[in-house]
């Protein structure tokens, strides 16, 4: 598979070791997000890279995409672990930090796969993959769960469906969520909502909520953001912004800029995890990998 253009972010190679500096930073453990602004903070990474879209994908970004291939390398290398709460975290033989090699912790997996080829009878490929290109779709590596098959397929049912059917569903997603009495006070042309509703947490606390869904394609910029805070009326004490898209690195700041109320933002990838979460419209399937090499070995 042949890139039509060069990326800006770093490839996943180029990400192996700042992923486990990162975490080493973090105190040993971190969320995709912790990870994503830990790397960006280290390597100094330009806007135009942090934002870039991952071709084929316009709801995740690239440095995205190639970090979810960093930490997948780093797992398989038994460099970091994850729970099911996507929290990481690195194991016991890395904790005091090492040196690591991107191309001997990739070239791991890669002979991995060619042991279960041979195997399997299937025909070995003597350069199944180019670490420094930054694709790494190879059939015999599994998939980061960020970027798994069915999450494109879910994106791109979002993006086409009906603007009355996206709404029901916005609602029922934000009704999962512990939101309440949600109403929907505004519908926009693109198949977005304005609303409102109650959150309760913890069955004690609640607040009064605003929350702004936009079915989008791309990144949401902060004049956005901007716009959906000037929004808020005075007893609106919680701000959040949906999309099927993702957030620009200036929105994500914006949303978060001290001395503004804060705005929580909720991009395509965990919309889908939320979908997912409470079984909306999607049904999880058991599968079984076969360590072919054990059955040799016994």
């Not at 879209?53 to 797992?75: F, M």
């Not at 929907?184 to 606390?205: C, P, Q």
């Not at 001395?259 to 599968?287: C, M, S």
Request: with cysteine.
């Amino acid at each position: 598979m042949a890139r039509t253009k060069k990326i800006l972010a770093p490839t996943y190679t180029e990400l192996i070791v700042p992923t486990y500096n990162a975490l080493l930073k973090l105190g040993g453990s971190g969320t995709n997000n912790e990870i994503y602004e830990q790397v960006i903070k280290d390597m100094k990474l330009s806007d135009e890279a942090v934002d870039e879209s991952h071709l084929g994908n316009e709801n995740q970004t690239e440095l995205e995409y190639q970090l979810a291939w960093a930490r997948t390398y780093l797992k398989n290398f038994g460099v970091i672990v994850n729970s099911a709460r996507s929290v990481w975290s690195i194991t016991s033989n890395y904790t005091s930090g090492a040196n690591l090699d991107p191309k001997e912790v990739i070239a791991f997996t890669a002979n991995k796969n060619a042991k279960r080829r041979v195997a399997s009878g299937k025909k070995v490929v003597n350069n199944p993959e180019k670490p420094d290109d930054g694709i790494a779709e190879n059939d015999e590596t599994e998939y980061p769960e960020e970027i798994k098959p069915w999450r494109q397929r879910l994106s791109e049912v979002l993006q086409n469906m009906d603007p009355y059917g996206f709404e029901r569903l916005a609602q029922r997603v934000l009704r999962e969520c512990g939101f309440t009495q949600v109403e929907v006070t505004k519908k926009s042309g693109d198949g977005g909502i304005d609303g409102t509703g109650k959150l309760k947490i913890n069955g004690i606390f609640s607040f009064n909520v605003a929350f702004q869904c936009k079915r989008y394609k791309g990144a949401v910029g902060a004049g956005d953001i901007r716009d959906f805070r000037g929004s808020l009326t005075t007893d609106i004490e919680k701000g959040v912004f949906i999309t099927t898209g993702s957030f620009t690195k200036a929105a994500k700041e914006e949303a978060s800029n001290p001395g503004k109320q804060q705005i929580d933002l909720i991009d395509g990838e965990e919309f889908i995890n939320k979908i997912a979460q409470y079984g909306i419209g999607v049904r999880e399937v058991i599968t079984y990998e076969i360590d072919e090499e054990f059955f040799l070995k016994i």
